[in-house]
């Protein structure tokens, strides 16, 4: 369907209102109803239909100022949306209020925008926007101005520029050593060491104020010019110069290794470009093997053109890159000839893995709508393949290829609740719609029951190909029930035996399946085919169920 049109049935009204803060409790999203139709007026088909919502500044062209897409289920041409439908993930950004008008543009699927846009308008949360000229109520008048004088003795508290501080009162400099009160004794001479408030008349007046280096006697020898770098000062040989007595410095030192004339024990010659095995390592050769130990962790620190690390295979080209630039590859891994990527690490955590022609055969992104994608493609670069664990954002998982083939199990099965009678459920068995508790079954206990709903999957062997469900509704419960496909089902001769092909009904055997003999009754109450025979008592058959 090319053509579309649509009636707004319940307007736009109240979006500006979701990007205020007003005092009233106004909702973070608004809803919209419309039907669509087609070029001659008439509804669409029922169904789900993939719909571009997006607001615009202009009533024709511009730029979209915010937009999010939805799958929206339609009845009767009518559709009724939330937009935005995460207010958190995709809120309405405030700055639409900078816009005098705002319209809203509509897409179906691949066709072309509506025309023309709806415009939005506001509605009954638009009278509380009178408020925001007062402050819940309250007029400007009713507040302090923002600088007003206060008297001195009304000021308790907090912190002054002091600027503001009279002359009268001192400030910084202008307060003195002489000007304080209360000086502990000790400290009343103006420094933290001596005994000034010691009154024992044995104690030299040069002990009161502390103790100096000539007043200390017994000093040893080597530490008697004040250092305790271990010279000689006690040395008699007049022999020995005297810039020796007190430790001998470096720039006293002779014939120091050209290595070490800096002052460092690093090597300051130049690079190493080869080292061959030996008893030690001595340069020059490119062969050998040599074993390099280092502490961790190992920091590399470089601005080489590919990276600061780079593995070569014996001088043929690079064959793993580390990167240090906070964009691009982080790690690449190449051909063992130096030939092109294999696969990549990128430095938002993207891992890329290359077929023989170049192309991202497999693209593994752990931050897709903050969940995780897988996407594999073909050898054009097409996408087959995309495994998402949270789809649009929806927080659903979905799997999107164009075939799927499923090796495991052969029938299609959906989860429910299934009652016991006489025994318990178990693989193979027959059952049917329990009218005592809607949406769950019961195991079938009588024969031609049009109530028959499947078999339980699993007897024989034979496993579940594809189970549905959905977890915490009435379409859950514990066991898979096979609805088509093949499985094999607990069955009995009680109506004579049974031949591939005989069509199967329920019994009164409780889960059992017979054939059909009575084709008057057995409308609406067929279970399948059976595909393999039984010629006497009771055991499995393989059936491929068609309900009829």
Known sequence: MNSRKISAIACLAGFILLLAGLAWAVPGAVTFQGKLADADGVAVGDGTYTMHFAIYSAAAGGTALWEETQEVPVTGGVYNVKLPADPDGNPLPASLLDNAALYLGIQVGADSEMVPRQEITAIFYALKAGDAETLNGMAAADFAAAHHGHAAEDITSGTLDEARIPAVIARDAEITWSNLAGIPADIADGD???????????????????????????????????????????????????????????????????????????????????????????GGGTTG??????????????????????VANNGTGAVATFSHAGSGPLLEGFGGDGGGEEFRFENDGTLKIYNAAGTAAVEVDGRENDGGAVVVRNGDGDRTVAIYANYAGSGNGRVVTQELEITGGSDLSEQFDVAALHRDPRPGMLVSIDPRRPGKLMVSREAYDKKVAGIISGAGGIRTGLTMGQRGSEADGGRPVALTGRVYCLASTANGAIEPGDLLTTSDIPGHAMKVTDRARAGGAIIGKAMTPLDDGEGLVLVLVTLQ
């Open 289 to 310: 093997e040599v074993t390099l130990q280092v502490a961790t962790p190992l920091n590399l620190d470089g601005a080489a053109a590919d990276g600061v690390l780079q």
């Open 192 to 282: 933290d060491v001596g005994l000034t408030t010691e009154t024992d008349p044995t104690v030299p007046a040069s002990l009161k104020d502390g103790v100096s280096w000539n007043e200390i006697s017994g000093i040893p020898p080597d530490i008697a010019d004040g250092d305790d770098v271990g010279g000689l000062t006690a040395e008699t040989d007049p022999t020995v110069p005297a810039s020796l007595k007190d430790g001998v410095s470096w720039s006293e030192l002779a014939d120091i290794p050209a290595g070490f004339a800096d002052g460092k024990d690093d090597d300051s010659g130049g690079t190493i470009t080869g080292v061959i095995a030996g008893s030690g390592l001595a």
